[in-house]
């Protein structure tokens, strides 16, 4: 018993998701001693696994030092199909425990649900059959899990759309300036000039409904609070699974996300701005937003950042708004000045 607790208290004793999920497989491993653990979770859209992809978030096997995992930035197409594994997503779309055998094998999946949806699986491989006793064990630790999921989702994330809040916007951006290059990454080619060579890039964009106010003011505050729910509902579909999307406060949403180039987050901001001008809002029919985005710099507090796609999107809705503007476009074009580096305290 007293290996079971010292278990808990350490994955519970981190705010940070990734540990977590590699500190429970590392308490299963010890306590049912398998082939091995992993956590996968069910990333894309659609509910018959035709688009869905498995993302492992934590996998160790019997002789693993250290738990293995794919990256978050990982590329969607190069992950397993969902369909590919059927008995994982009927694990998902039950809620239960499924054991099967498989050569000599015994799988055994168990549902890990958040407050709102089932999002992945549970997999412990053995070569024995799992006892009641074990899986009641399992079944224990993925409640204790999931409690203290629950309580991360309420801290961290907005109470009505389920996306991140803005003050966990700080953390987020910090870590993504911190992969950036001190300088540009030069690589030899077959040319035999040196060119910028591949390293991450980030965008920031700042999403904002337009004349929000009229459809609260016309249509009241719940009707308002629905539209909000259902532009969160087109952002999800409309962005990738590890980007990430923040609600701000009343009308204004933020997303974070890594590109190859701005011309790939361009295509993803209009892609949003597409998919709400042509969706039916129950009762209110049609709205729009203006969207504004600028690529982070290694310079950039989260303030500075924001506030130079805020200003895109102020020049989108002064031209006319449900537009898409790129903040460095607009500087080129004349348009806009480019502004002096922001405090970090000025705005955060």
Not at 227 to 247: G, I, K, N, T, W
Not at 285 to 311: M, N
Request: hydrophobic share 40%; charged share 25%.
């Amino acid at each position: 018993m007293s290996e079971v607790v010292d278990h808990l208290a350490e994955m519970t004793g981190f705010r940070d998701r990734d540990v977590m999920d590699v500190t429970l497989v590392s308490a299963l491993r010890d306590l049912l001693e398998p082939l091995s653990v992993a956590i996968f979770r069910c990333v894309g859209i659609g509910d018959d696994g035709g688009q869905q992809r498995w993302l492992t978030r934590a996998r160790l096997s019997a002789d693993d030092a250290v738990a293995t995992a794919d990256p978050l930035w990982s590329d969607p197409a190069g992950l397993p199909l969902a369909q590919d594994y059927p008995q994982r997503l009927d694990c998902m779309h039950s809620r239960a425990v499924l054991q099967s055998q498989q050569g000599e094998h015994f799988i055994n999946l168990f549902p890990i649900a958040t407050d709102r949806e089932v999002v992945g699986v549970l997999e412990v491989i053995s070569t024995e059959r799992m006892s009641a006793k074990a899986q009641r064990l399992v079944s224990s630790v993925l409640r204790i899990y999931h409690n203290f999921q629950g309580l991360l989702d309420y801290s961290e994330r907005d109470t009505l759309t389920g996306l991140l809040n803005r003050k966990t916007f700080e953390d987020s951006f910090l870590k993504a300036v911190s992969e950036l290059p001190a300088r540009a990454i030069l690589a030899n080619t077959d040319d035999g000039r040196r060119h910028e060579g591949s390293s991450p890039r980030y965008f920031l964009g700042v999403i904002d409904i337009d004349h929000f106010k009229l459809v609260n003011d016309r249509f009241g505050h719940l009707i308002g609070d629905e539209v909000l729910l259902l532009l969160s509902r087109l952002m999800r579909s409309s962005f990738r699974f590890h980007d990430l999307l923040y609600r701000f406060g009343g009308e204004e949403f933020v997303v974070l996300m890594r590109c190859e180039d701005e011309s790939d987050s361009a295509q993803a901001f209009e892609r949003l701005r597409l998919n709400t001008e042509h969706y039916a809002f129950p009762q209110i029919g049609r709205i729009t937003v203006s969207i504004g985005f600028t690529q982070v710099r290694i310079e950039d507090s989260p303030a500075s950042a924001f506030e130079r796609a805020d200003k895109a999107v102020y020049h989108a809705k002064d031209s006319g708004r449900n537009q898409v503007h790129s903040h460095a476009d607009l500087v080129l074009a004349g348009k806009m000045l480019e502004q002096a580096q922001l405090s970090a305290m000025e705005l955060f």
